[in-house]
């Protein structure tokens, strides 16, 4: 990024210009020029309620004419209409943002009239001496300024909206009422076009913010594209400003991102902490920086579009094997990746907590914390801890309702008809009893991360070292500290484990498929298997083969982007969406037989590991059961003897 020496924007400056603002949102009278009216129903006015004064250019040297018929804009009566007679904070949210950008746009415009001279020729031509020899400047610079004007309102208008967006979008074109004759004509010509797109889009509150945040995003590329070739418009990208009370950094034709996702309190683990779980451990590092490819102004993500983005997953092992820490440090290696680049960053978890005993509550807390997560406008990681206790089968008696509401939103949010994967967010179920899951849901799980802590002797001698930390004086011994650890070398071995099953009934059909036809090398063979695993699992479906080669495709991206990339945001996260997908597809590896036999594998052992323990605990069940039935028809009748 370009380095430049940024000055304040005053706040006083800011102040001084909010009546003028607030005259715009209250009311005035504007005659389309390039826009097209539509029919919308004008706000319904409260009886008893003043009106406030309409707007008046108070602009020195400047005449706004209207040259066909005008229609009143009234834009605090727009957002006020969709209440019950008392303004909502949203709508108070929405009013103040809108204020508080015109007046940082307004002064804005101020400071881009000092630094180019347009002071003094407002000054002259107001006086009537102004030059014939300046006069094509004057116009010039007039243009420029509303250009300036214009995207500084819908900049910053944006960056002070974003922490009250949801996952609503709205679509509302391009924009045409912009005119650049002079700023406070230009302010009135998107305000009132604005004004249209409230009354056709804005039918609620979460889409009414939504309608302006994407009319604001419109309005920022339709002026930077008219930027490119303005004239005298070097006084506004020539410098940048930042306004401190809102953090909001004004830097040309360049949008500013407000920083949505929060402070996280929680404590990060680095990679070197996590001790084994190779596989689980490279696919987190990975993921991490696959997210920071997404595109915000794309709103896609180039691994999305390739076929090799992890949407969901599951990580399931035993009690203390390192979910927590795998969760600690891929949240922390975000954070760090995010702070970086300037990217608003947002982690959410459901837990047991949300689960509510009021019939259709734990079904709104799981579609509050999907939609926090799928913000485009966020690069968000979720995660759902215990999902075996969060989560209940269908058709399990001992499922509370409210566990029966966040399956079913969980399911239509992971592979629904209207599921939609941009690449800004993943989602991670965690659990120890991943049999308990319900199998529709637990197949909805792209990737399987199995989390089996310390394995080898060297594991644990490495986590002791590490959890013993450095004050002490124990001689290490014979080993080389944190050498098993090595991702690579890790990762391929434990690939490379997966080229024949391990669980004992998947490993029979194995067996059976290779003495039938020999080495799975071709499709038509490698399909044949898949039909006898699904003949031994009637749960192996379509949706396990397509999990399978998504996972395939991301083997063919085994390839960590760089961490310069990361560090220094110019070399990728930086560049238009093109270039990041050409710079990826460079990296890309063709896909192999062994590749499709080892994720074949992974997958379906972990399936044939869930169904065997689901019987287990089925059966098990089922015994003590029978055992407190006898039982009961024992004491039963000795109390009747």
Not at 55 to 66: I, K
Not at 72 to 95: C, F, H, I, K
Not at 241 to 257: C, H, N, Q, T, Y
Not at 606 to 618: I, T
Request: negative net charge.
């Amino acid at each position: 990024m370009t380095t430049r020496d940024t000055m304040e924007l005053k706040e006083d400056a800011i102040r001084a210009q909010y009546e003028a603002a607030l005259g715009l949102l209250t009311g005035f009278d504007h005659a389309p020029r390039l826009g097209k009216a539509v029919e919308v129903a004008s706000p319904e006015r409260s009886p008893g309620i003043g009106t406030r004064p309409r707007f008046r250019s108070t602009t020195p040297g400047l005449v706004t004419r209207s040259t066909a018929r005008p229609g009143g804009v009234r834009l605090v009566e727009r957002v006020e209409a969709m209440g019950d007679g008392l303004v909502s904070p949203v709508q108070a949210s929405a009013l103040q943002a809108l204020r508080r950008g015109l007046g940082i746009a307004l002064a804005m415009g101020g400071v881009f009239a000092e630094g180019s001279g347009l002071v003094e020729l407002k000054k002259a031509n107001l006086e009537g001496r102004l030059p014939e020899a300046r006069k094509a400047e004057f116009t010039e610079l007039l243009a420029a300024e509303a250009l300036a004007v214009l995207y500084t309102f819908a900049n910053a208008t944006a960056f002070l909206l974003a922490p009250h967006l949801g996952s609503v979008t709205v679509e509302v074109g391009t924009v045409d009422e912009v005119l650049t004759d002079n700023a406070p004509l230009a302010l009135q010509g998107v305000l009132w076009e604005l004004d249209q797109d409230i009354g056709l889009h804005g039918q609620d509150e979460p889409r009414m913010v939504a309608t302006i945040a994407a009319f604001c995003e419109a309005l920022m590329e339709k002026v930077a594209l008219r930027g490119e070739v303005a004239a005298r418009v070097a006084a506004f990208t020539g410098g940048s400003w930042k306004v401190e009370a809102d953090g909001l950094v004004i830097a040309g034709f360049k949008p500013a991102r407000a920083a949505k996702g929060g402070v996280l309190t929680m404590q990060f683990k680095k990679p070197t902490d996590v001790v084994g779980n190779h596989i689980a451990k490279y696919q987190s590092l990975r993921l991490a920086k696959m997210l920071m490819a997404y595109d915000f102004e794309r709103k896609l993500n180039p691994f999305a579009e390739l076929g090799g983005f992890i949407f969901t997953f599951m990580g399931d092992g035993k009690p203390g094997t390192g979910k927590t820490t795998l969760i600690q440090m891929m949240a922390g290696l975000l954070n760090d990746y995010c702070k970086v680049a300037g990217y608003p960053f947002r982690y959410q978890n459901f837990s047991i907590d949300q689960i509510d005993s009021y019939q259709g509550k734990s079904g709104q807390n799981a579609k509050a914390f999907i939609d926090a997560v799928l913000d485009p406008g966020v690069i968000g990681f979720g995660t759902i801890d215990d999902i075996d206790q969060v989560a209940g089968k269908r058709g399990d008696r001992q499922s509370s309702a409210g566990q029966q509401e966040v399956t079913a939103v969980f399911m239509g949010a992971f592979a629904g008809a209207n599921t939609v994967v941009r690449g800004n967010c993943t989602f991670g179920m965690f659990s120890n009893y991943p049999e308990n899951v319900d199998d529709a849901l637990r197949q909805r799980a792209g990737a399987r991360f199995l989390v089996d802590g310390p394995i080898s002797r060297e594991d644990y001698i490495d986590i002791l070292a590490l959890l013993l930390g450095k004050n002490h004086s124990i001689p290490l011994g014979d080993h080389d500290l944190f050498a098993a650890q090595e991702i690579k070398r890790a990762v391929s071995a434990s690939f490379e484990g997966h080229g024949k099953p391990h669980e004992e009934g998947l490993l029979k059909v194995w067996d059976r498929v290779q003495g039938e036809i020999g080495k799975l090398d071709t499709i038509a063979k490698l399909g044949a298997y898949l039909k006898a695993i699904q003949q031994a699992d009637e749960r192996f479906t379509g949706r396990a083969i397509k999990n399978i080669t998504d996972a395939v495709k991301v083997r063919a991206m085994d390839f960590e982007l760089p961490d310069e990339w990361m560090a220094e945001p110019d070399l990728f996260l930086f560049k238009p969406y093109d270039d990041k997908l050409a710079m990826i597809r460079g990296l890309m590896q063709p896909m192999t037989v062994e590749m499709v036999v080892q994720e074949i594998n992974r997958y379906a052992d972990s399936e044939f590991r869930y169904a065997d323990k689901s019987d287990e605990v089925a059966i098990a069940g089922m015994v003590r059961d029978f055992g407190r039935t006898e039982e009961a028809k024992r004491r039963w009748m000795e109390g009747k003897g």
